[in-house]
Nanobody, 126 residues
Framework: VQLQASGGGSVQAGGSLRLSCAVS??????????IGWFRQAPGKEREFVAA????????YHADSVKGRFTISRDNNKNTVYLQMNSLKPDDTAVYFC??????????????????WGQGTEVTVSS
């Protein structure tokens, strides 16, 4: 499985970005996959941002981004999106797309995700 993240960039506080995670080199549809986003700010540990659960498509968001970020998936395009609105300087980080087969109740832990994309950088200026 290969994950290709894109869409990062520089934006002013209050602005928006949409990240994309294209899944390739898999014989399965992303319908059967759980896909999420983690981020890592300079000098900080990786933290969970959002995830979409396999099959049901239920979504989960970290408290810090609820109401501002929305994760979604397009099964036909094998792509997961992270729409980020009302961005804050604290959202500055490298954002990683992650994958695991099926679901884990420990989804908020980075150790539960099998595959990681290369990351895309988001910078929010005040």
């Amino acid at each position: 499985v290969q994950l290709q993240a894109s869409g990062g960039g520089s934006v002013q506080a209050g602005g928006s970005l949409r990240l994309s995670c294209a899944v390739s080199r898999s014989t399965q549809s992303i319908y059967t996959m759980s896909i999420g986003w983690f981020r890592q700010a300079p000098g900080k540990e990786r933290e969970f941002v959002a995830a979409v659960r396999s099959s049901s498509g239920s979504t989960y968001h970290a408290d810090s981004v609820k109401g501002r970020f929305t994760i979604s998936r397009d099964n036909n395009k094998n792509t997961v999106y992270l729409q980020m609105n009302s961005l804050k300087p604290d959202d500055t980080a490298v954002y990683f797309c992650v994958y695991r087969p099926y679901w884990s109740v420990g989804y908020y832990s980075s150790s539960q995700w099998n595959y990681w994309g290369q990351g895309t950088e988001v910078t929010v200026s005040s």
